[in-house]
């Protein structure tokens, strides 16, 4: 299969932790496909060392499939990363991660993504879509007017990992901006909601926080949809994540779910050794049902 997987990970504690858990994961669920990761930071040293001292360096080392480490700068020069903002440079480096890329597609995970079936990303087909956008509202509204003028509502992929990007629609997004610098500028830019109705939209998702930067992935999907003359919406059975987003959510059976999701927040909530215990539960009632279900084919 022609792909790879590309996680971006910055300076955080819980957020190395997760980045550790997600390889031992795809060890444990025996991935077969390259992974690479890039540190989003300008200076990455302290990143390295903390990353060694994990030993995450070692767990890489003995991965049974292709892995690579890349900092922020061998992707993309530093002067076209955002100077204050690393969530818009996070998104801009997802965008760029092809450039590296031996494969003709890649998939984007976050730290946050850890395995719990067999080969998961090997399986991976792209989401459903969402009649309407459920944030960033202001870059979705921008971008169906640049490439769908006269449009409002254009459905579209849901704004979450594990996300499937082909090399090919990056290469011709980027090209549609004609220059570089046009291409990065619209990539740093900050975009509000112009209409009553994403107006009202942002207003209640956001009452506190408005999300103004772009959505690599709304950014990419709608231009997907109007190069790709072959586009579909669904090309195969949808992944099933388990959001362990409160302690509900940690009594539920993986059942059939390729992933979990903890945010950095929540593992900081709970404390290391009890997201350890949290996170080897579940991966090994996962490994669990993996193994039931062979025996049953």
């Not at 930071?41 to 903390?50: F, L, Q």
């Not at 061998?74 to 965008?95: F, G, P």
């Not at 779910?257 to 950095?264: D, G």
Request: charged share 30%.
């Amino acid at each position: 299969m022609n792909r790879d997987i590309w996680t971006i990970v910055f300076n955080d504690d819980e957020e190395l932790f997760l980045l550790k858990n997600q390889i031992q994961s795809l060890i444990t669920f025996e991935n077969t496909l390259p992974y690479s990761i890039i540190i989003n930071e300008i200076d990455c040293t302290a990143t390295r060392e903390k990353m060694r001292s994990a030993e995450i360096f070692d767990l890489l080392e003995s991965a049974p499939f292709e892995t690579n480490v890349y900092d922020a700068g061998q992707i993309v020069s530093y002067t076209e990363l955002h100077k204050s903002q690393s969530y818009i440079n996070q998104q801009i480096l997802k965008l760029h991660a092809h450039k590296r890329s031996k494969c003709d597609e890649q998939v984007i995970l976050d730290a946050k993504n850890v395995a719990l079936s067999y080969r998961p990303i090997e399986n991976f087909h792209p989401k459903r879509h969402i009649q309407q956008p459920n944030n960033f509202f202001g870059c979705y509204e921008h971008f169906v007017q640049r490439w769908y003028p006269g449009q409002k509502l254009i459905p579209i992929r849901p704004p979450s990992t594990p996300y499937l990007f082909k090399k090919e629609i990056l290469e011709a997004l980027e090209a549609d901006f004609y220059t570089r610098e046009n291409y990065i500028m619209h990539l740093q830019e900050f975009y509000h909601p112009r209409s009553k109705y994403f107006k009202k939209l942002d207003k209640r998702v956001n009452p506190r926080l408005k999300v103004q930067c772009i959505s690599e992935f709304f950014i990419y999907n709608l231009f997907e949809q109007k190069y790709d003359s072959d586009y579909q919406e669904l090309t195969g059975p949808p992944m099933h994540i388990l959001w362990l987003t409160n302690p509900l959510d940690d009594e539920k059976e993986p059942e059939a779910a390729s992933f979990l999701s903890l945010h950095r927040k929540r593992v900081k909530n709970l404390g290391i050794k009890k997201a350890q215990l949290l996170i080897d539960r579940k991966i090994k009632e996962g490994n669990k049902n993996e193994k039931g279900a062979k025996t049953l084919t």
